[in-house]
């Protein structure tokens, strides 16, 4: 019998990411087992510098602030799929991780107000079909615009939202966030220090996503780059709203490195079930631990928004690469004694196997290339109105 | 423009009232449709008072011959279901109105019996003498088709009594109430029919006979059904909103038609008015560089303190604002009531230093040039433009001639631009560098560039579509400059009629309006300072529209020559209250 632990590196490495969607999302956590990344997250490639700012932009911390490293994985994750600077458009909210707008030179970038980047990045998703980073720190997205990150999620507008937790508000001189363990520069902190209900109490990011129904939850570290690049390699293609929290070290504020939980961080195991809701609960139930990797994923969230307006050009980015891959999907063979669960896919069934490939390739083109206007309104629509002029006001003589 | 009734055109005002569960504000608006088509101008007002809960409300409409502007002062003819809401209704009617004579249809059959005293059954509380108010009982409850439909036979009735062809209310009544279930529109139908059949003529009234118009080419509509055409004509493909009351019914136009054109992506509910203007402000953003978004939010003054923030976010980005102003003064307001009061927060909706351009309808049939020309000023300067409509207008159905909503109507393209890369909130970056809008621009240089804006709209004229017939309007033989009422928004209404009725008695006074009441064309303060009074009639208490003219005139106007009207009630001005304060104002008796 063939374990998924048996599925070589070298298989990944050649396929990239269309072998381990051919194996099933439940593999998606499979190169965190190996560990072995894929070299196509190359953190030395000249080409990240096209997605950088000239460094007089900067305005985080010097060495030692990983939120660097986490853009640099977003760019890396970008270059993986043939994506260029001009493909990519990132809104930010306010904060240090709310300035990382500031630090990218693509296509666009917005950075608007506090807590409210995600709603922001749903227009700009609805309005072009490049790929829309919302990006936010603790404060902004589990503070003041929790709200907006369930609402995201339940509109699954296409955009990957990002969360940058340093578990502490670092530009306004390092208060704790909610429920964050007591600091001693903490300005704001106020009332009975003993009475803090739970020092390692975190609003989990992971949980939040699932309130709206994200389909697609992770979780990576800021230190632990090739990881999180191939994390969000994962999101960018995935056709929905994608979360990632990402936690990440403060040169400042030293908090997160003391923080139970976040000591004792490790990725899931490859048999996660990342369809499954109580799954996730499982994880995000156990207080001291901190689980990295791709926690929770749904292929079938409704996407009610995302229908292309006559008129819009496809980016050519989402039907290169990504394209040619998934249709090889269907060379991959079946090996005896995959297990898959909760009936998404049955191993005996070929024919399921099929279907999932094809509902998948459908889901692609529904939801990276979305789909045609006129022939969404020929489904939907019998008799349009005439839509301008003197003749639309008739029904009102 | 359609010929606009003087004051010696008979209008007639017919208006019910109940506090139970009959449709009132749809039979009479029907009613208001069937006379339009029968070929009468008419014009509908409803209302739900909010001094007390539960069903009470009075629903309005007046018809004449020539295009009427506002509710007579009289009461013509009243239908009163109940005699809760009647003496509800006359409490507040005589206290606002002079009482013409007036016919009052009810359904008691005491009126039969000589011997009963309706005046001092129904109306001893107010002193009325029965020389005002004819009483006639109509056995509504007896010929009605079920209990909800008492208003329809009275309606019947009326009908025939102005020779409303019984198949146009047939017509009307099943295209209004589309949605009843077929049983329950056959009812209504033989409402309407056993009131149109009812043999029994009116006494010591006269009701007045009409010519009938051929008014086919006009359309029965109210403010935001004109709007949300409006800005579907001029191509906006986005909006999102959260309902909010009086702005609603434009999305709900909206919709379903940005639906169809645009798919769904076109219209987002959203969770509040603040995602609703941050995800327009995206939606905008995202195109800015193709020229491929034109964007309108509405929502009303609540949802415009809700959006304050995210209106800083965006100053530098083409979008309308359409705000359907709501009574009451702070807080919640009065959703249903009529005011004035979001001018000041309009044109400085956010913190910092920003002052917005603000665009404000004065009529029904203005709002297609009007938003119009809001899109150009977006377009020109790339900023936000605030339009001002509010919810008197909001619920007042009229006669409008389509053809001249859009006829020569000049529409302004979507602009590009190519160069928008970077947005952002903060001001300059912590080297002291500034990144706001463009891309390395001097901090100073933007704050200039955003005064030079609204510098730019006092200096130039960026309205494209003119509507003179509203800007200026003069009685016969009155050219003398003496008294200048500056309306704006839909108090144009009750002041073109208050200065045609000062002409009449005596008095040198022009009407003057703009459109643009924020900021104020320097040309209209050139004309305003010929006069040597200048009176402001607004619906609020603060004078919002005489603050800002007292601030832009600079000292080419003497400010002691600015005077304000307050409003008299929570509903539009009536042309009597205008005259009276105008007069005041002249005597020098009040300032």
Redesign the interface.
Known sequence: MTSIDEITADRIRSDNLASIVAMGPQAANIPFSLKKFPEIWDRNDPKLKEFKRPP??N?WCGLGCQYYNIMDAIYMAALALDLTPDDV?I?GGIGCAG?S??HADV???????HG?GD??????????N?L?ISIGGDGDKLNIGL??VV?AGA?N?RFVNLIFDNNVFALTSLQPPRGAQSHEKGMLKLGDSNATPDPDFKMNAAEVGYLGKTGFIARGFGGNVQELAYMLSQAFMYEGNSLIHILSNCVKGKNLKDNVAFKNKEWVSPYHDVFDGNALHSLTAEPDKLYGGILHFRSDNPM?????????THSEFHNGKLRDVKYDVHEIPIQEGWEFKKGVLQPEDTKHITKYVRSGADIHDGRIRRRN?KE??AEH?KS??P????E???K?? | MQQIATLDDKILSIRATDSTANPINEAINAFGHALKRAGLYSRFNRRVPSRKTGGFKFAEVMASENYGLNFPAGLDVFIALDPESMSENLEYYTSRFDNGNTLVILDDKRLLDPAFDPVKEYLSDFQLDNTTFQFMHLPLSKLSDGDKNLINTAIGYLGQQLDVPLDILNDVFAQSFSGLKPPLLKKLKNSLAAGYNLEQEIEKFDLPKFEFNDLSEYGYMHANQVLAEALLELGVNFTAAYPITPATSIIEVMKNELWARYGPGSFVQAMDERSALAIAIGRVWGGIQKGTERVAVVTSDPGISLMSENLGVAYDLPMLIVNVMRGGYVSTGDPTGVKQGALRQAKSPTHGDALFPVIAPRTVDEMYSAAANAYNIIEELCMPVMFLSDGGMSVRNETIHLDSLTEGLKIPEIKAHPDRTVLTGLSSKPDGRPIKGYHHEDALAEAKRYNDRIQKLRDDDLLINKREDLDFYAPEGKDKKDIAVLAWGSTWYAAREAVEILGRQGYNAHLISTQQVFPLQDSLIDQLAEYNHVILPELNFTGQLAEILKTECDSRMDINNIYSIDPQSNEMFIPDEIVAEVKEIYKGAKK
């Open positions: 007089v932009e305005i458009e809104v300035r707008p500031l296509a666009q970038t917005a950075n608007v107000t409210q709603a922001v990045a749903a227009g700009v998703a609805l309005s072009s490049k829309t709200a907006y609402d509109r507008i009610p928004y995302n229908i292309e307006p006559e008129g819009f206007l969404w309104q629509i349009l109105e839509q301008t002029g003197r639309r006001l008739q009102y003589v």
